[in-house]
């Protein structure tokens, strides 16, 4: 008797460690959410509020609709790398439709479902019937729909209907509807997965095709709908995504399908196929946003929040593996038993007593320790990818270094969703003023106007906001110095000759303004041609590549307008000895090393904006609005055209 006593009590402890061990294991995910907030909440007090706590749901939203999508796929032994150009294409067919086309707004709604189903029907074709790897035909479909949506909108915004652009607002003045519909979509995710045949014939096709095959599931078929589903979600998305810009962006989503298939991952589907669930798909989705809020909430440089989140993901993958690897209870179809619904459902109940208990007495301790400390300011800049932007952020950062300001400086990769996101977080921030150097001016509208209903005054660099206010816009006349570019290049021609464009990023506004006064300068000189307009996306690798592209056609051309200086020292390198020489080559920015071109005499221009000048004059005026002083509307910074005779003088 006494020995069965002591080999019971080992094995009862022995039990309840691998109890706990198991119960980790298969809600690895949920313990990584819970822990994530409850490191947030303690690092930073302005976590734990309602309002960011809604935005962390809202930038959760267009991710995790996605991603339900996705997760149909990756259950099926798939993958869809379309999702993201699939719902900027969807989102610009509706605004089109209702917009241009003049079609009734519901009719608009449904063409772009139809649309994000129909490119959904073309990656199943490819893959069931055209024996196409699903990386490959899901691959073709990003650029197809990322090129159609640019074809159809010529590369600008177009303004969403009034009507659908309610979905970006708010129900009752506080609960976000991008909340509402991602959980719609995740309920149906649910309910497809475990509850009906389709769904239990992705998991079948995701563990073996083969059997699923011979067992007498119509295999063919079945990748239709299932990538039918994944484009319909996409198109949901896309909808919600332009709803909450106001405008539907031709380069929207970008990237979007890599967070998609990250969120299913993180949240315990396998790769591999067979495995996966709405519930997990949802909190992969919600730790993405997590960390992005929090990171943006602590100042952690924009650079280092990419290494963090790929670190976050391979740690997921490799914790699937550690979890299959340790036999714990696979995340699969909806067919397990009440039991162990239940004891999931009680898990989850537990967890959220746990979180908030210590997120409360995080709570208190923030609250015990607050105190008055310096002014913070947010600056968001457009991208940090850009000699220019980083020269603005370089003078707004020694401005608030003298004036004695933390400057909290995000870059949104010229993704005007990813600035929204950054914007409403800078506005639950308990920050004094933010600055915002837009990707797009109607796109920054809606975020900016939650900003000023909070009472944060924003002074927008460089671009303009539209449809909300602003203390001040500090910048340089786009089109005028586009105008000036225009004539320096004539100038030095003598008037004649032929020339080629180099575009800017499709759809921002500083392409649309630089390349509007380029044109208007233009009109005085008749006898200059222009035969060629190429975008290369403000990119000086893809400015060599576009003008060594051109020059096979045009091999004679005199001259090269180029909307940024990268695109043009891109075509200087194409240009190669020719450059100063028989071609004229006219950049804009005056970056350090446009500048450096201009005094070699390869780059005979630019049109410069002194954009330290900018960052030192933006901060001034955003400490000024915080402090309720006076603030002019519009500060110019005058623009100059930069020679090889005045270089020398001349500091940006």
Known sequence: MATDTLKGEP??????TAGLRRLLLDNGALTALIVLVIAMSALSGDFLTADNLLNVGVQAAVTAILAFGVTFVIVSAGIDLSVGSVAALSATVLAWSATEAGVPVALAVLLAVATGIA???????????????????????????????????????????????????????????????????????????????????????????????????????????????????????????????????????????????????????????????????????????VLRNGLNLLSVSAFWQQVVIGVVIALAVLFDTLRRRAGATAPAAGASGGGNRGRQALTYVIAAVVAVAVVGATSLLHNGASGAGKQRIGLSLSTLNNPFFVQIRAGAEEEAKRLGVDLTVTDAQNDASQQANQLQN????????????????????????????????????????????????????????????????????????????????????????????????????????????????????KGLDVMTNLLQAHPDIDGVFAENDEMALGAIKALGSRAGKSVQVVGFDGTPDGLKAVEAGTLYASVAQQPSELGRIAVRNALRAAGDEKVESMVKVPVKVVTKENVAGFEG
Not at 11 to 16: D, E, L, P, R, S
Not at 221 to 237: C, E, T, V
Request: hydrophobic share 45%.
């Open 426 to 541: 800078f506005t639950s921030g308990s920050l004094s003023a933010v600055v915002v150097n837009p990707v797009d001016s109607d796109a920054a509208g809606p975020a900016v106007r939650g900003a000023n209903k909070a009472g944060i005054p924003v002074v927008a660099v460089d671009r303009g906001v539209n449809e909300a206010d602003t203390a001040a816009l500090v910048a340089s006349d786009n089109v005028e110095g586009g105008a000036l570019g225009a004539e320096a290049l004539a100038e030095k021609l003598g008037g004649k000759g032929t020339i080629v464009v180099l575009q800017g990023q499709a759809g921002t506004s500083a392409s649309r303004e630089r390349g509007a006064g380029f044109a208007e300068g233009l009109k005085d000189h008749p006898g200059i041609k222009v035969v060629a307009k190429q975008p290369a996306d403000f990119d000086r690798t």
């Open 11 to 16: 094995g009862a402890q022995g039990g309840a």
């Open 119 to 289: 490119c959904g029907l073309v990656n199943g074709f490819l893959i069931s019937y055209g024996k196409l790897p699903p990386f490959i035909a899901t691959l073709a479909m990003l650029s197809v729909g990322r090129g159609l949506s640019l074809v159809i909108s010529q590369g600008s915004p177009i303004a969403f209907p009034d009507s659908v652009s309610h979905l970006g607002d708010t129900l009752g003045g506080w609960l976000p509807v991008p909340v509402l519909v991602m959980v719609v979509m995740g309920l149906l995710t649910a309910f497809v997965l475990g509850r009906t045949y389709i769904g239990r014939s992705m998991y079948a096709i995701g563990g073996n095709e083969e059997a699923a095959r011979l067992s007498g599931l119509r295999v063919r078929r079945q990748k239709l709908a299932i990538y039918a589903f994944s484009g319909l979600f996409a198109a949901a998305a896309g909808i919600v995504l332009a709803s909450r810009l106001s405008s539907a962006q031709p380069q929207a989503a970008q990237g979007y399908e890599l967070d998609a298939i990250a969120a299913v991952v993180i949240g315990g589907a396998s790769l591999a196929g067979g495995t996966g669930k709405a519930s997990g798909t949802l909190i992969g989705a919600l730790i993405l946003a």
